[in-house]
């Protein structure tokens, strides 16, 4: 199973498609046998003895055995630890209920700030943006957000976002700014100096010196969703000539 | 699958389909058969009314709007086959308490509405990448005065026709899932009738994976 992923890896695939063991993957009778490893990511589904694609996309791996699906989506559903923007919705009592696009509202206790006790709460109100990250996320309970990570430092996260501009992309652009050597952020450092805060729920902000220049900047990464590298790279020259 | 009789002719309309077309819905796709011609939106998974809630899976709701005037008793009963259909291919469980809503809108009709709205119905979910277990497509077959198993009706040919049947077919083992019939047949016309649609449904199939190879062609 593990040389027929390897040999679709790149291709588009579809729900439905299935990967099982071949009857003929021999096992050799003289030398150790190590039993076949695979980690299935997001899109692939394990039924009984067989691999189930669930969502169309391009199939990916990563050394030694990790195999995912790639697919364009604009729906985000949380997943523990990733970090996200969320708006804070509704303030009662010792917990804010957060919004982040999903299908329910997350919690975020008061206490999950840094250096947040119980005569000393941090100032949040309604409607505040918080970058946080989850602590809970499956589907059988609520969500759950804390500003911490485990050793109680804040990390970046918290309440931000004075004067900066909150719009949504698909969590494809998302991935792709976030990789470690990201071409597009590469190309957006050249245009103009700003602020940018990603979330993986496909929320981005941005800052940058004047209203103007936040708004090319919302609109570019926007519209880049949906070009080639090149189109792309044509679209920054031309801003950056002064053209738009 | 059956033996196909071999009067029967397994000709479809041309097909065209377009992905991620519409800005705000999660998914959407337009499906085209001949001059039909449907529009599907997909919203999900999303937040669901109390009432509304099912406590182990999504709740699905399929909305038909049709071209002119106000959805009717016809659109709930299209309505409910496409329900059934989706519900069937959708994985459920791994949403639960979510709402998953999918509109079609109807922009021409000229015969085989009902395929015509599985197909662009399917081809909307794969867009929103909600996880299904497998596809399904939708083939309408209509059997004319002669005895004749027609695929893929006109609407003219609907009209003459003594029975038109309309059914749901999975992509993992061709089964039938859902099935509509109108009119008078007999058992054997029946069975026909599900056979050509087997075999018809391989050329959807294979238009489905070329449409979404080319929307992943592009490097990105």
């Known amino acids: 199973m593990l040389s027929t992923l390897k ?33 299935c990511g997001p899109g692939l589904r394990r039924s009984g003895d067989r691999l189930l694609v669930c969502k169309s996309g391009v199939l990916r791996h990563k050394q030694p055995h990790m195999f995912w699906m790639d697919s364009q989506q604009r729906r985000y559903v949380p997943a523990k630890g990733e970090t996200i923007i969320g ?40 409607g505040d943006l918080v ?88 609109n570019l990464l926007q519209s880049c969703d949906a070009m080639t590298a090149q189109q792309r790279r044509q679209l920054f020259r031309r801003v950056a000539q002064g053209a738009l | 699958m059956m033996e196909v009789c071999g009067s029967s002719n397994v000709t479809l309309r041309e097909f065209g389909c377009e992905q991620s077309l519409l800005s705000r819905p999660d998914g959407s796709a337009s ?41 009717s008793v016809r659109q709930r009963s299209q309505e409910q086959c496409v329900r059934e259909t989706c519900e069937a291919s959708l994985l459920l469980s791994l949403h639960p308490r979510s709402s998953l809503t999918l509109i079609l809108q109807l922009i021409h009709d000229d015969g085989s509405i009902l395929s015509c709205f599985l197909n662009a119905a399917c081809m909307a979910l794969i867009d929103a990448g909600l996880p299904m277990s497998c596809l399904f497509c939708g083939v309408t077959c209509a059997i004319d005065a002669d005895g004749q198993i027609v695929t ?33 047949f007999s058992v054997h016309e029946l069975q026909q009738c599900i056979a050509v649609s087997q075999k018809a449904s391989e050329k959807i199939f294979q238009f489905y994976r070329d449409s979404v190879k080319r929307r992943y062609s592009k490097t990105l």
């Not at chain 1, 299935?18 to 021999?26: L, N």
């Not at chain 1, 708006?87 to 975020?108: H, M, N, P």
Request: aromatic share 6%; glycine share 8%.
């Open chain 1, 7 to 39: 040999e679709r890896t790149g291709e588009v695939l579809l729900p439905g498609d299935e990967f099982s063991f071949e009857t003929d993957d021999s096992i050799s009778l003289t030398g150790p046998v190590r039993p076949e490893k695979v980690v």
């Open chain 1, 87 to 126: 708006i804070v919705t509704v303030k009662s009592g010792d917990v804010f209920k957060v919004d982040f696009g999903g299908s329910e509202q997350a919690s975020l206790s008061y206490l999950a700030f840094e250096g947040s006790t119980k005569r000393n709460r941090p100032n949040v109100q309604v």
């Open chain 1, 131 to 218: 970058f946080s990250q989850f602590l809970i996320a499956n589907k059988d309970m609520e969500p759950e957000l804390v500003c911490v990570d485990s050793s109680g430092r804040a990390n970046g996260m918290g309440v931000f976002g004075g004067g900066g501009l909150v719009f949504t992309v698909s969590l494809g652009l998302v991935r792709r700014l976030l990789t470690p050597h990201s071409e597009v952020l590469a190309d957006l450092q050249q245009l103009f100096p700003c602020e940018l805060v990603v979330g993986m729920n496909g929320r981005l902000w941005v800052k940058s010196s004047s209203v103007q220049q936040t708004l090319v900047i919302s």
């Open chain 2, 31 to 71: 499906f085209i058969q001949g001059d039909t011609s449907v529009l599907a939106a997909t919203y999900g998974p999303a937040e669901v009314k109390v009432s509304k809630e099912i406590y182990d899976r999504a709740t699905l709701e399929v909305l038909i709007q049709p071209k002119v005037g106000l959805p």
């Open chain 2, 152 to 184: 893929d009706p006109t609407a003219a040919q609907e009209k003459e026709s003594r029975a038109v049947m309309t059914f749901a077919i999975d992509s993992t083992e061709r089964r039938v899932i859902m099935s509509s019939t109108k009119g008078s």
